[in-house]
């Protein structure tokens, strides 16, 4: 069985979240298509940011995407509770991490998404979709 990665694209001139459907003959993608969740077909691929799934899934069973926000539950001890966080893809390492969204912490990466760390991310949004992403921070404060 072959393995598909999943994307999801953010469509720059509309401002809004699509889903990609894309077939692939032995790893070479046939067709690609992005719509919304209304099922509304998008063309102007040259307006999109594409972002690959990580294959994981937050505390609530969420997918957890490039370009989410996450944040770090509470674990006894642990450092980092409360930290908001961008999933990124680190080419050099060809990894996902994580960037703390705190400035005074911005040369740190975390690259622990498994275990405990993993049980108590939540995704709360992503950096495309700004004013949700606020209403949700707003929230959980």
Same mark, same amino acid.
Not at 42 to 58: A, C, H, P, V, Y
Not at 107 to 121: C, E, P, Q, R, V
């Given at each position: 069985m072959e393995l598909i990665p999943k994307f999801r694209a953010w469509d720059?001139?509309?401002k809004k979240? %699509?889903?990609?459907?894309a077939h692939m003959t032995d790893g070479i993608f046939q067709s690609v298509k992005i719509?919304? &969740?209304d099922g509304d077909d998008w063309? #102007? +691929?040259e307006n999109f940011i594409i972002m690959q799934s990580t294959g994981l899934k937050d505390k609530n069973g969420t997918e957890i995407f490039e370009g989410d926000v996450v944040r770090f539950g509470r674990l006894s001890g642990y450092p980092? =509770? %409360?930290?908001?966080n961008r999933v990124v893809w680190d080419k050099c390492d060809a990894a996902f &991490?994580? !960037?703390?969204? =705190?400035k005074t912490w911005s040369d740190t990466y975390? +690259?622990?998404f498994g275990g405990d760390a993993l049980k108590s991310l939540e995704v709360i949004g992503n !950096?495309? #979709?700004? =004013?949700?992403?606020e209403e949700a921070i707003n929230d959980t404060k």
């Amino acid at each position: 069985m072959e393995l598909i990665p999943k994307f999801r694209a953010w469509d720059k001139t509309h401002k809004k979240m %699509g889903f990609i459907d894309a077939h692939m003959t032995d790893g070479i993608f046939q067709s690609v298509k992005i719509f919304d &969740k209304d099922g509304d077909d998008w063309q #102007e +691929s040259e307006n999109f940011i594409i972002m690959q799934s990580t294959g994981l899934k937050d505390k609530n069973g969420t997918e957890i995407f490039e370009g989410d926000v996450v944040r770090f539950g509470r674990l006894s001890g642990y450092p980092f =509770d %409360g930290f908001l966080n961008r999933v990124v893809w680190d080419k050099c390492d060809a990894a996902f &991490k994580l !960037v703390p969204l =705190d400035k005074t912490w911005s040369d740190t990466y975390f +690259s622990n998404f498994g275990g405990d760390a993993l049980k108590s991310l939540e995704v709360i949004g992503n !950096v495309y #979709e700004k =004013d949700k992403l606020e209403e949700a921070i707003n929230d959980t404060k």
